[in-house]
């Protein structure tokens, strides 16, 4: 039966009232008495040398405040990057400087020149078409492979070269690997391109500062995945402000998918020029401002091997991959291509020698940084790929392959630096057959050919590593934060519950899960729990939302602190029964002294601890408790996925007939909240897979920088899904038994669809090895006919 409340139950998401109502408090809702408005004259070049900037016309006309270039930055931090990648050789990553406004030259289309405040946005724009700017055009460098060459035009003239690090992961003996592959009895390689995406959040970016004199605060409302790392950055790394003086709010924010989590130059320009304008700033981003200044994902180039034995168990994997880091290295991009990339590589297979060599590159485009999966995708994207094609030249069954290889005992200690603790992966693939319906596949393939049309079948199996951890682990790898996070559970004296947590809700459904778990840890009802977020002056310190962590990690840290607030309510309630504390049992929100039918409910106890009359001495008044968590180890959900795809071999047009998902997430807290995150995850894989495309010229132009040129899915470009997470390996090192599962739809979906593309391809008699994302219909059309 399914629950009605508490952990398991489908409860709804109660945050979903004030936004269907029109009532959310989004960052734009904020305006604050007598605010200027700025806005950001970018580059329209990709690379060039700023020779001369002149403001004077732009200062004189009516309205404007005050205008800004890079000169006003110098001595000023610039956008601090919070991860060091060391190379193979042992070097640190080349670590360029990332100015607020440009400081000597422009590096990619979008890069902000000069900025404007003004008593409203027009006055500031018609201001910043009157700067007076000369730049003089440099080659830009563009293609990654073409950035590494010797010789190639320097991104940043401080650095030797355009590689930011070459990093490697696995096997150190490269004769040792080339032998593997020398002695294997088949070899299957693969060149592939895993597409640059743009974000495309429902709500563009806005930041809204304002310093008060009196004080000496700033206020920081921005449109944050995790406002106490934007504090941190901006008063450690970038101004240089007492962090006691600055409080940063994320209200209501309409997505992120990763392109939220970073610290950007908008952000730290509007805090500063609102103490150096004396008035509160605001900017807020069109949507042609976010395609070229939000962190694009994905981009990267491939070659990955796989080696087979005679009876087809896998015995070597390498992988070489170009990924692009834009031009500046963004909060957290040169850890997604490395850590968060090369160790899952070794996936869902105990393939026992596995290497990972990874190039990043700088080029003159826009930053790239995690994108929903961050890593996890691109890992899976090459591994299922090459899995699929060697099924293919083998002739043999693709399922067949992927279980002959599957790991099957646990804990399992990868090649490349992981330990899983947990999984199934027979488990989740038996449901997946079952789900899928693919007995039946084959009657609906002739169904589909009697209409003229090809179908696929497309697999694919995937493991992520969730909530990032341990602290002291990421941070010998070159993290310059912890992981961690923190809760501070405060109970009011008529016993409703006020949680407040580090973790940041965007979508994920936060203020209905999180109170499930207190709830049903003390017994009361979920409505007697809120959830506070978002506001650095009231939470204690965390570390935002992400790599699917929250309720991993913040959900244990909470977990945690309502331990320690039962823990003390139990001396309260044993001094009310006059019993002893190891007697006192709670259930159903009633204290109980065991074995007896003495008892004294939950809200009799809260009251007691804050009107502490006849109260125990060695119990403080109140009741309220913070705990932190930081992780023994990452999570690792995984799961099987099924696409069947139609194809129209007249047009190239593909349709997705019906798509399949079974996961692994461990304890599920809350189905319903679990199904929409898979479904979500889902559609923006399939956009990847399909349609979504960030595409540059030779000369850096951004070519897709609306929505009339990057095709984002619509309703119609997707299917009604097939979810089933009934397959559940707990986590075995957290109290929740959780895994996460923000991100999976997005890891498993774009090798599944390209897989039954190639699929169908190859069911209509045209030997097709592969096609790169996104899979449109010229793309097929051509492989078809060429």
Not at 264 to 277: G, H, I, M, N, R
Not at 527 to 551: A, N, Q, W
Not at 643 to 658: M, N, Q, R, Y
């Amino acid at each position: 039966m399914p629950k009605d409340s508490g952990i398991g139950a489908s409860s709804k998401r109660r945050e979903d009232v004030r936004f269907l109502t029109g009532a959310g408090n989004y960052t734009d809702d904020i305006n604050v008495a007598g605010q200027a408005y700025v806005y950001f004259l970018r580059s329209d070049i990709a690379h060039g040398r700023i020779t001369s900037i002149d403001t004077s016309a732009a200062e004189a006309m009516p309205g404007v405040v005050r205008v800004f270039t890079g000169k006003d930055f110098e001595g000023v931090g610039g956008i601090p990057c919070g991860w060091e990648v060391t190379d193979k050789h042992g070097a640190p990553m080349q670590e360029p400087a990332h100015p607020i406004l440009a400081q000597g030259k422009v590096r990619h289309v979008g890069d902000p020149i000069a900025a404007v405040v003004a008593d409203s946005l027009e006055q500031a724009r018609d201001a910043a078409e009157a700067i007076d700017l000369d730049i003089e055009e440099l080659p830009a460098v563009i293609d990654m492979k073409a950035a590494a060459q010797d010789g190639a035009t320097l991104v940043h003239d401080d650095l030797k070269n355009n590689i930011c690090y070459d990093w490697q992961l696995g096997e150190a003996d490269d004769a040792k690997v080339n032998e593997v592959f020398a002695n294997a009895a088949h070899v299957t390689t693969l060149d592939l391109v895993n597409n640059r995406l743009v974000a495309n959040p429902m709500e563009p970016r806005v930041a809204v500062a304002e310093y008060s004199r009196g004080t000496e605060d700033y206020t920081l409302y921005t449109t944050s995945q995790n406002p106490h790392v934007i504090r941190l950055l901006m008063c450690a790394f970038v101004l240089g402000l007492p962090e006691h003086k600055v409080r940063v709010v994320a209200p209501d924010v309409g997505g992120g998918f990763g392109t939220k989590i970073f610290h950007y130059a908008e952000e730290a320009f509007v805090t500063f020029a609102a103490k150096a304008c004396n008035r509160p700033v605001k900017w807020s981003a069109s949507r042609s401002e976010a395609f070229m200044s939000d962190a694009h994902g994905r981009d990267h180039v491939s070659k990955i091997e796989l080696a087979l034995d005679a009876d087809n168990n896998f015995v070597g994997l390498r992988t070489n991959t170009y990924a692009n880091l834009g031009a500046y290295l963004s909060t957290f991009s040169s850890s997604v291509p490395t850590w968060l990339h090369g160790t899952l590589m070794a996936g869902n297979y105990k393939t026992p020698v596995i290497q990972v060599n990874v190039k990043a590159m700088f080029t003159n485009t826009v930053p790239v940084d995690a994108y929903r999966g961050a890593g996890r995708p691109e890992a899976t994207y090459q591994l299922e790929r090459v899995v699929d094609k060697a099924a293919r030249e083998l002739g043999v069954d693709p399922i067949a392959l992927r279980r002959q290889n599957f790991i099957t005992q646990f804990p399992y200690d990868t090649p490349v630096a992981l330990t899983y603790d947990t999984g199934d992966y027979n488990g989740t693939m038996d449901k997946l057959e079952a789900a899928a319906d693919l007995a039946g596949f084959a009657a609906r393939r002739a169904e589909s050919e009697a209409k003229g049309k090809l179908r696929g079948l497309g697999i694919n199996c995937y493991i992520e590593a969730c909530g990032i951890a341990p602290s002291n682990i990421v941070g010998m790898l070159g993290a310059r934060a912890g992981l961690y996070d923190a809760a501070t559970v405060r109970v009011n004296a008529t016993g409703s519950i006020s949680v407040m947590v580090g973790a940041h809700s965007h979508g994920q459904g936060h203020e209905t899960a999180f109170p499930q778990v207190v709830a049903d840890m003390i017994g009361i009802d979920e409505s007697m729990v809120e959830i506070v977020h978002g506001d650095t002056s009231k939470i204690p310190f965390g570390m935002g939302t992400y790599g699917s962590r929250s309720l991993a990690v913040c959900g244990s840290a909470m977990v945690k602190a309502t331990e320690k607030v039962i823990d003390k309510a139990k001396k309260i309630a044993a001094h009310l029964l006059e019993a002893s504390e190891a007697d006192i049992e709670l259930k159903d929100g009633q204290f109980s002294v065991a074995g007896t039918d003495k008892s004294v409910a939950w809200g009799d106890v809260t009251l007691t601890a804050y009107v502490p009359h006849n109260y125990p001495l060695e119990v403080e008044p109140g009741l309220e408790e913070t705990a932190f968590y930081d992780p023994a180890n990452f999570t690792f959900p995984s799961g099987a996925y099924a696409c069947e795809v139609e194809l129209d071999p007249e047009t190239g047009k593909v349709s997705i007939e019906a798509f399949t998902a079974a996961d692994d997430f461990g304890n599920i807290v809350n189905p319903m909240i679990v199904d929409g995150q898979v479904h979500g995850g889902i559609g923006q894989g399939i956009g990847q897979a399909l349609l979504e495309n960030c595409a540059y010229d030779e000369n850096g132009q951004l070519l897709s920088a609306s929505f009339m040129d990057y095709a984002m899915p619509r309703a119609d470009d997707v299917p009604f899904y097939g979810v089933d997470h009934s397959s559940q390996t707990p986590c075995t090192h957290n109290p929740l038994g959780v895994k996460g599962c923000g991100e999976a739809g997005a890891i498993g979906s774009p090798p599944a669809v390209v897989n039954a593309v190639l699929d169908a391809m190859n069911s209509g008699g045209k030997a097709v090895d592969h096609i790169d994302m996104p899979v449109s219909p010229s793309r097929v059309w051509a492989a078809m006919n060429s």
